[in-house]
């Protein structure tokens, strides 16, 4: 399709979008989060209308790109398409089947389960033929069925079955374009993806609906030897013409690298210009706007009947669980965080060696940790307020300033007046001063001081007050 470099980064990012929230962290089908699945470009049946009109059965890219009438527009149109896991259990002696929700032979679960397929469609069209009209072209997937036998090892003795299903699913690729007004003569260049499916009974909830819809559906779209001009950064000449065009349910970017202008990737979510999947990601997690190294903790903290539940879920599922136990420690470093450009090169240039600073054995304590500067010590140290040393234990009014340097918001106003008692006194990397404080007359001030969970105040926030040693001092002076 397109130049072999720019399109494999391309479709890295396409693939992680087109498995975004197919199965969330727990990654078992008992998990509440996974009742409820496929939310980012779901086209549903037009029947589905009537369910809920709020779900879309078509969506429309429109961006702008300078190219010749004799141009190639390329459009690939990339969704998947649900496919339904039956288990069925051989009945000894008679052979018969019987459904179950889950079986297990040989110490393997197989449950029944929604799975997807993946689907791709390429449609091609010259720039002359869309400025002479739209272009409607065809999309169709079989439907179809396939059986898998499970068998027991040590007899091979057929135990069961899995039997997938999915139906058919028919639609429109539509391509148009139209030259924008101005000396540039660019084109508008339209590509509308709609689900014309017609299920054989009225859909009556989602799940029904999933079966003929196209999930995550989006598109690549490469014109050869053009020049796709920005969505969300165009020229100023352009800036009119990248404002009237109508996106429904898409976010067009500049795809490929950085010096790749000929490939468009019209997602389902909010991109920006030449996304790229990091470099130091393992593997798909489902969920491209999670961190990684977050994610594989958690997963790695599951027992091992919640790894075996996830394993019978989804065979992706799987191949994450095997992935993820057999990780080297090694990847969790790079995972742990990564400055790119202080070793960028410009494109084309050879790239420089690693900075011996960055190579540099990393210190026992890190930067961020108190403990990493003696001069410190939240414990010990004190601030000066109103001519007043504050530290550990002194007593304080809050007064958060609303209109300040530092802006309160709505719940900081109502500990206007509230007395407190300092736990700690912070000093960032640059400079600032953070007092750590609890709110007298707080029930839940001790549970949140075991957690060390404070509120923070700059000494502009701040009113010293007596300690209460102080207080009855100044009352033993009163006269009577």
């Given at each position: 399709m397109a130049d072999a470099a720019h399109l494999e980064q391309a479709r890295k990012v396409a693939d992680a979008i087109l498995y975004e929230g197919y199965l969330l962290y727990p990654y078992r089908q008992s998990a509440a989060k996974n009742q409820s699945r496929f939310q980012f470009g779901v086209l549903m049946p037009p029947a589905y209308r009537a369910v809920d009109p709020s779900e879309p059965s078509a969506s429309q890219t429109e961006c702008l790109v300078e190219c010749a009438d004799d141009a190639q527009v390329l459009v690939s149109v990339r969704f998947l398409q649900l496919q339904r896991r039956r288990v069925f259990q051989v009945l000894p002696g008679s052979g018969k089947l019987r459904e179950l929700a889950a079986l297990t032979v040989d110490g393997t679960q197989h449950t029944a389960w929604d799975e997807a397929i993946e689907r791709e469609q390429q449609v091609c069209a010259e720039v002359g033929e869309l400025l002479s009209g739209d272009l409607g072209l065809t999309l169709h997937a079989e439907a179809g069925e396939s059986g898998e036998d499970i068998v027991v090892e040590s007899t091979g003795?057929?135990?069961?079955r899995l039997v997938r299903s999915w139906a058919a699913i028919d639609g429109v690729i539509r391509l148009r374009g139209e030259r924008v007004a101005g000396p540039y003569g660019a084109l508008k260049l339209g590509v509308r993806i709609e689900n014309h499916s017609l299920p054989d009974a009225a859909?009556?909830?989602?799940?029904?609906g999933l079966s003929h819809a196209l999930i995550a559906a989006h598109a690549l779209i490469w014109v050869p030897g053009g020049k796709f001009l920005s969505m969300t950064d165009p020229p100023e000449w352009a800036a009119g013409e990248v404002a009237s065009c109508e996106n429904i349910g898409t976010w067009p970017v500049l795809a490929g690298p950085a010096d790749c202008r000929d490939l468009v990737l019209s997602s389902p979510v909010?991109?920006?210009?030449?996304?790229?999947?990091?470099p130091e990601s393992a593997g798909d997690l489902f969920d491209a706007t999670e961190i990684d190294e977050i994610l594989i903790l958690r997963t790695l903290a599951l027992t091992d009947d919640e790894k075996r539940e996830a394993r019978a879920t989804d065979?992706?599922?799987?191949?994450?669980?095997?992935?993820?136990?057999?990780?080297?420690?090694?990847?969790?470093?790079?995972?742990?965080?990564?400055i790119r450009y202080l070793n960028a090169s410009p494109a084309g240039a050879p790239q420089q060696p690693p900075s011996p600073m960055l190579t540099a054995d990393r210190p026992d304590t890190p930067w961020w940790d108190p403990g990493a500067?003696?001069?410190?010590?939240p414990d010990s140290d004190q601030v000066i307020i109103d001519g007043v040393p504050v530290a550990r234990g002194s007593r304080v009014r809050m007064l958060p300033r609303a209109n300040g340097a530092r802006r309160a918001d709505a719940q900081d106003l109502f500990l206007t007046g509230r007395e407190a008692t300092v736990q700690a006194v912070f000093h960032d990397v640059d400079g600032e001063v953070h007092v750590a404080v609890s709110p007298d007359h707080d029930p839940a001030a001790e549970i949140?001081?075991?957690?060390?969970?404070f509120l923070y105040f700059g000494t502009d926030e701040l009113e010293p007050l007596p300690s209460a040693s102080q207080?009855?001092?100044?009352?033993?002076?009163?006269p009577a």
């Amino acid at each position: 399709m397109a130049d072999a470099a720019h399109l494999e980064q391309a479709r890295k990012v396409a693939d992680a979008i087109l498995y975004e929230g197919y199965l969330l962290y727990p990654y078992r089908q008992s998990a509440a989060k996974n009742q409820s699945r496929f939310q980012f470009g779901v086209l549903m049946p037009p029947a589905y209308r009537a369910v809920d009109p709020s779900e879309p059965s078509a969506s429309q890219t429109e961006c702008l790109v300078e190219c010749a009438d004799d141009a190639q527009v390329l459009v690939s149109v990339r969704f998947l398409q649900l496919q339904r896991r039956r288990v069925f259990q051989v009945l000894p002696g008679s052979g018969k089947l019987r459904e179950l929700a889950a079986l297990t032979v040989d110490g393997t679960q197989h449950t029944a389960w929604d799975e997807a397929i993946e689907r791709e469609q390429q449609v091609c069209a010259e720039v002359g033929e869309l400025l002479s009209g739209d272009l409607g072209l065809t999309l169709h997937a079989e439907a179809g069925e396939s059986g898998e036998d499970i068998v027991v090892e040590s007899t091979g003795r057929l135990a069961g079955r899995l039997v997938r299903s999915w139906a058919a699913i028919d639609g429109v690729i539509r391509l148009r374009g139209e030259r924008v007004a101005g000396p540039y003569g660019a084109l508008k260049l339209g590509v509308r993806i709609e689900n014309h499916s017609l299920p054989d009974a009225a859909p009556q909830s989602r799940e029904d609906g999933l079966s003929h819809a196209l999930i995550a559906a989006h598109a690549l779209i490469w014109v050869p030897g053009g020049k796709f001009l920005s969505m969300t950064d165009p020229p100023e000449w352009a800036a009119g013409e990248v404002a009237s065009c109508e996106n429904i349910g898409t976010w067009p970017v500049l795809a490929g690298p950085a010096d790749c202008r000929d490939l468009v990737l019209s997602s389902p979510v909010i991109l920006y210009d030449h996304a790229e999947v990091a470099p130091e990601s393992a593997g798909d997690l489902f969920d491209a706007t999670e961190i990684d190294e977050i994610l594989i903790l958690r997963t790695l903290a599951l027992t091992d009947d919640e790894k075996r539940e996830a394993r019978a879920t989804d065979a992706r599922a799987a191949e994450l669980m095997d992935r993820l136990d057999g990780l080297p420690p090694e990847m969790f470093e790079r995972l742990h965080g990564a400055i790119r450009y202080l070793n960028a090169s410009p494109a084309g240039a050879p790239q420089q060696p690693p900075s011996p600073m960055l190579t540099a054995d990393r210190p026992d304590t890190p930067w961020w940790d108190p403990g990493a500067d003696a001069s410190v010590s939240p414990d010990s140290d004190q601030v000066i307020i109103d001519g007043v040393p504050v530290a550990r234990g002194s007593r304080v009014r809050m007064l958060p300033r609303a209109n300040g340097a530092r802006r309160a918001d709505a719940q900081d106003l109502f500990l206007t007046g509230r007395e407190a008692t300092v736990q700690a006194v912070f000093h960032d990397v640059d400079g600032e001063v953070h007092v750590a404080v609890s709110p007298d007359h707080d029930p839940a001030a001790e549970i949140q001081r075991n957690h060390g969970r404070f509120l923070y105040f700059g000494t502009d926030e701040l009113e010293p007050l007596p300690s209460a040693s102080q207080q009855e001092s100044e009352l033993k002076e009163e006269p009577a």
